[in-house]
């Protein structure tokens, strides 16, 4: 990695750790503003997530979702086409997982219980963010448009499929059939109670990073999000590579869903948009697009969340005041400009003092040369 490539990874890190910064300072101004009891519920507010083992492993827990959606915005955002889909499709997968699982039952052994439905999970993202994805390529049809008719779609359909295929009718609530033991992912580390879909969510970070960074394939999807004239006059196959990203996003998100249910719950009952997909759209937005900052904006994502239901269950504030600390944080974290000019300097001087080395270099090589040549004289 040269000089000038860290310098811009340490200035984005810097950028995020500010506009948090920012936006976590008006929200203890706010919360101090129209409290009762200021005192006590900013500390709930930023000690609360803390204050217990089951709630540490809340936040983890919490962040597992948002790591396989930020990824899957990740793949969105290198090849610079918005397609929305991960929100839908992580509800859908899950529905789908649910009902595979339920028709499977407990013949199976785990770990091959397990892999197909995390196989399950990813073909439905796939199939599902290829609608989208081809229609934008084929068709020019707006994309964002499309994958956001497409979200309302997968929503209704999930809710269908769990009311008419898979639903108990020994339960008052609408809920499927229970998952098969042998299709729940068990909970690690104790009193955390974090759910092993952990595992998974560590190995998607380290394999899409080094799609990202160590493959052709990330190469190419960056440069024709970056640069499509570039890339399109070095012989890239730009729409294949548009497509495929967008495909692998979608698998993500799939597996996210799968992950999800398997994990946190014993039965399929989601009847409404999680929002998790959304929530991976702020959560690449703070990490830039990199993989390897996924999990750690995540984890800060999930501890703002955790801290708001600590304050509306302790105290007189509603968890909706959480959206103000998101807006915020989007808002700095997407201005290109936002500490534009101090990465610049920073460039700058790292440039001079480069060009200073290399002249220093230089001359005393010319020197050198000058003193051997004395000497054999």
Same mark, same amino acid.
């Given at each position: 990695? @040269?000089?000038?490539?860290?310098?811009?990874?340490?200035?984005?890190?810097?950028?995020?750790?500010?506009?948090?910064?920012?936006?976590?300072?008006?929200?203890?101004?706010?919360?101090?503003?129209?409290?009762?009891?200021?005192?006590?519920?900013?500390?709930? !507010?930023?000690?609360?997530?803390?204050?217990?083992?089951?709630?540490?492993?809340?936040?983890?827990?919490?962040?597992?979702? *948002?790591?396989?959606?930020?990824?899957?915005?990740?793949?969105?955002?290198?090849?610079?086409?918005?397609?929305? /889909?991960?929100?839908?499709?992580?509800?859908?997968?899950?529905?789908?997982?649910?009902?595979?699982?339920?028709?499977?039952?407990?013949?199976?052994?785990?770990?091959?219980?397990?892999?197909?439905?995390?196989?399950?999970? /990813?073909?439905?993202?796939?199939?599902?963010? /290829?609608?989208?994805?081809?229609?934008?390529?084929? *068709?020019?049809?707006?994309?964002?448009?499309?994958?956001?008719?497409?979200?309302?779609?997968?929503?209704?359909?999930?809710?269908?499929?769990?009311? #008419?295929?898979?639903?108990?009718?020994?339960?008052?609530?609408?809920?499927?059939?229970?998952?098969?033991?042998?299709?729940?992912?068990?909970?690690?580390? &104790?009193?955390?109670?974090?759910?092993?879909?952990?595992?998974?969510?560590?190995?998607?970070?380290?394999?899409?990073?080094?799609?990202?960074?160590?493959?052709? !394939?990330?190469?190419?999807?960056?440069?024709?999000?970056? @640069?499509?004239?570039? /890339?399109?006059?070095? &012989?890239?196959?730009?729409?294949?590579?548009?497509?495929?990203?967008?495909?692998?996003?979608?698998?993500?998100?799939?597996?996210?869903?799968?992950?999800?249910?398997?994990?946190? #719950?014993?039965?399929?009952?989601?009847?409404?948009?999680?929002?998790?997909? *959304?929530?991976?759209?702020?959560?690449?937005?703070?990490?830039?697009?990199?993989?390897?900052?996924?999990?750690?904006?995540?984890?800060?994502?999930? #501890?703002?969340?955790?801290?708001?239901?600590?304050? @509306?269950?302790?105290?007189?504030?509603?968890?909706?005041?959480?959206?103000?600390?998101?807006?915020?944080?989007?808002?700095?974290?997407?201005?290109?400009?936002?500490?534009? &000019? !101090?990465?610049?300097?920073?460039?700058?001087?790292?440039?001079?003092?480069?060009?200073?080395?290399?002249?220093?270099?230089?001359?005393?090589?010319?020197?050198?040369?000058?003193?051997?040549? &004395?000497?054999?004289?």
């Amino acid at each position: 990695m @040269n000089k000038t490539r860290k310098i811009e990874m340490t200035v984005e890190l810097i950028r995020i750790l500010v506009a948090v910064g920012i936006a976590y300072a008006i929200a203890l101004v706010t919360l101090f503003l129209i409290s009762e009891d200021p005192v006590y519920i900013i500390q709930q !507010f930023v000690l609360g997530p803390f204050s217990s083992v089951r709630r540490v492993g809340s936040i983890i827990n919490q962040a597992i979702p *948002f790591v396989f959606t930020g990824l899957c915005f990740c793949f969105m955002y290198a090849v610079n086409k918005f397609n929305l /889909a991960g929100e839908g499709i992580f509800m859908f997968a899950g529905c789908m997982s649910t009902l595979v699982a339920v028709n499977l039952g407990e013949g199976l052994p785990f770990p091959l219980m397990v892999l197909i439905l995390m196989v399950v999970g /990813a073909i439905t993202g796939i199939v599902m963010i /290829a609608i989208p994805a081809l229609l934008d390529a084929k *068709f020019k049809a707006n994309i964002v448009v499309v994958s956001l008719m497409l979200n309302s779609i997968l929503v209704f359909l999930s809710i269908w499929v769990l009311k #008419y295929q898979m639903r108990d009718p020994s339960i008052g609530a609408m809920g499927s059939y229970p998952l098969p033991d042998n299709a729940v992912l068990p909970n690690i580390f &104790g009193k955390f109670r974090i759910q092993s879909g952990l595992f998974f969510a560590i190995i998607a970070v380290i394999l899409v990073a080094i799609l990202f960074y160590k493959m052709v !394939f990330g190469y190419k999807m960056r440069v024709v999000g970056s @640069n499509p004239l570039f /890339a399109k006059a070095c &012989g890239i196959n730009m729409m294949g590579t548009i497509v495929a990203a967008q495909l692998i996003g979608g698998a993500l998100a799939g597996m996210g869903g799968t992950c999800e249910i398997l994990g946190n #719950y014993d039965r399929f009952k989601w009847t409404a948009s999680t929002q998790h997909g *959304f929530d991976g759209l702020m959560v690449a937005v703070l990490a830039r697009r990199n993989p390897l900052l996924v999990p750690v904006a995540a984890l800060l994502l999930s #501890y703002i969340r955790i801290g708001a239901n600590v304050v @509306n269950s302790k105290g007189d504030i509603p968890t909706e005041f959480i959206t103000v600390i998101q807006g915020i944080v989007i808002l700095l974290v997407a201005a290109e400009e936002f500490m534009g &000019g !101090f990465k610049k300097k920073m460039i700058y001087k790292a440039a001079e003092e480069s060009l200073a080395k290399d002249k220093k270099e230089e001359v005393e090589e010319i020197m050198s040369e000058d003193s051997g040549e &004395g000497k054999e004289q």
